[in-house]
């Protein structure tokens, strides 16, 4: 293999383990349950929903197909992150896709975040989301609940189904 390629696939593969280092690996949201939970947190049109680690952003793009809301998905893993682009141009959908860590982005015009982060990822986001989320805005944890904030609402784990919690400033 020339060295080159290489060179890529190691800048690829280091990318792709920073960031699960940094939050999460990448484990996709399981597709029935993207219907799932659209259907349990309705959105308005022109609300901003901001999914930090967005992964192939399958999540924001069928938020904005189904509710019109301007999504925005943060990515810090490179092959995560091309993937996003590419679906979002194969689906003609306009989500803006920011390669960052999701710690360093502003949230303040957030109306809806949605995380599926690991545990810990998730404790440690609390102070960023409490000091930078208006009143009023939600949060979606998929799977994973925040130790010691209580819920708005809960869609309850099935036999096949997993959990999700939301939450509102
Ligand atoms: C469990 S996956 C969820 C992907 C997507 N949200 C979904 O539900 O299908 C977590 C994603 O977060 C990304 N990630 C982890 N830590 C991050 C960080 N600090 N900043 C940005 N992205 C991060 C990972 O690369 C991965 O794609």
Redesign the pocket.
């Known amino acids: 293999m020339p060295i080159i390629l290489l060179l890529i696939l190691l800048i690829l593969v280091a990318s792709?383990a920073y960031?699960?280092n940094?939050?999460?690996?990448?484990?996709?949201?399981k597709k029935k349950d993207i219907g799932r939970i659209l259907d349990f947190v309705v959105m308005r049109p022109g609300e901003r929903f901001f999914?930090?680690?967005?992964?192939d952003a399958?999540?924001s793009i069928a938020a904005e197909k189904r509710y019109g809301v301007k999504a925005i998905g943060?990515?810090?893993?490179i092959p995560?992150f091309v993937a996003a682009w590419i679906r979002n141009r194969l689906t003609k959908t306009h989500v803006g896709l920011v390669w960052k860590?999701?710690?360093k982005v502003n949230l303040s015009e957030a109306d809806v975040v949605y995380l599926?982060?690991m545990p810990e990822t998730v404790e440690k986001l609390k102070p960023k989301l409490l000091k930078e989320l208006k009143p009023g805005a939600r949060i979606i944890s998929?799977v994973f609940p925040f130790k010691d904030w209580k819920p708005e609402s809960v869609l309850e784990k099935t036999e096949k189904d997993l959990e999700v919690y939301v939450y509102r400033v």
Do not use: D
């Open positions: 792709s960031a699960a940094q939050g999460a690996p990448w484990v996709p949201t999914e930090l680690g967005c992964g399958r999540l943060v990515e810090l893993s995560q860590n999701l710690f599926f982060l998929y």
